[in-house]
T-cell receptor
Framework: GDSVTQMEGPVTLSEEAFLTINCTYTATGYPSLFWYVQYPGEGLQLLLKATKADDKGSNKGFEATYRKETTSFHLEKGSVQVSDSAVYFC???????????FGIGTKLQVIP | DGGITQSPKYLFRKEGQNVTLSCEQNLNHDAMYWYRQDPGQGLRLIYYSQIVNDFQKGDIAEGYSVSREKKESFPLTVTSAQKNPTAFYLCGVAGGESTDTQYFGPGTRLTVL
């Protein structure tokens, strides 16, 4: 079956540092890939998505590229802020209202 | 997402009681989902519904029940048969042009006393 693997963390960075959170997936075909962000006590917010190989999703300075050859969708940001502290979830979907498969989430802590 | 509401935000239940969590959406989306979130385990699917009056079990449906009588509403009942119900519950919706993309409500934290 489908699966998504990401580090649990926490990942601790200083403000303005470069961020990478790794995500790899196992799935047949061409699923859509997503990053969601969850702030403490809140629901998940869609951060970015990509629907086909080599697509780059971007939003709020975050980027991720759909790499079919390495089955990866790593999240990057050039300069993190304290306000980016949250839990980040990588996910995949086959569309058509089918279930979404989530990773376990990676907690990011950004210190001033 | 502003178009998805969950209530209450916090809910306390005594052992042996059934409780119902509300999820309402005004996005006119067809599909709705219930997830359970526990620390270190990500999100696990409880039930989902793709159309009114129809729903399917997810990966952890035991001890839960749902109904989908209206397109905008998908309540979740946590029954006394659920052995460890303390968790954060998230409602998701999908529809429109992107059937692969789910949007989430703010969540309900259920605590069993």
């Amino acid at each position: 079956g489908d699966s998504v693997t990401q580090m649990e963390g926490p990942v601790t960075l200083s403000e303005e540092a470069f961020l990478t959170i790794n995500c790899t997936y196992t799935a047949t075909g061409y699923p859509s890939l997503f990053w969601y962000v969850q702030y403490p006590g809140e629901g998940l917010q869609l951060l970015l998505k990509a629907t086909k190989a080599d697509d780059k999703g971007s939003n709020k300075g975050f980027e991720a590229t759909y790499r079919k050859e390495t089955t990866s969708f790593h999240l990057e940001k050039g300069s993190v802020q304290v306000s980016d502290s949250a839990v980040y979830f990588c996910a995949l979907s086959r569309g058509g209202y089918q279930k979404v498969t989530f990773g376990i989430g990676t907690k990011l802590q950004v210190i001033p | 997402d502003g178009g998805i509401t969950q209530s209450p935000k916090y809910l306390f239940r005594k052992e042996g009681q059934n409780v119902t969590l509300s999820c309402e959406q005004n996005l006119n989306h067809d599909a709705m989902y219930w997830y359970r979130q526990d620390p270190g385990q990500g999100l696990r699917l409880i039930y989902y519904s793709q159309i009114v009056n129809d729903f399917q079990k997810g990966d952890i449906a035991e001890g839960y029940s749902v109904s989908r009588e209206k397109k905008e509403s998908f309540p979740l009942t946590v029954t006394s048969a659920q052995k460890n119900p303390t968790a954060f519950y998230l409602c998701g919706v999908a529809g429109g042009e992107s059937t692969d993309t789910q949007y989430f409500g703010p969540g309900t934290r259920l605590t069993v006393l």
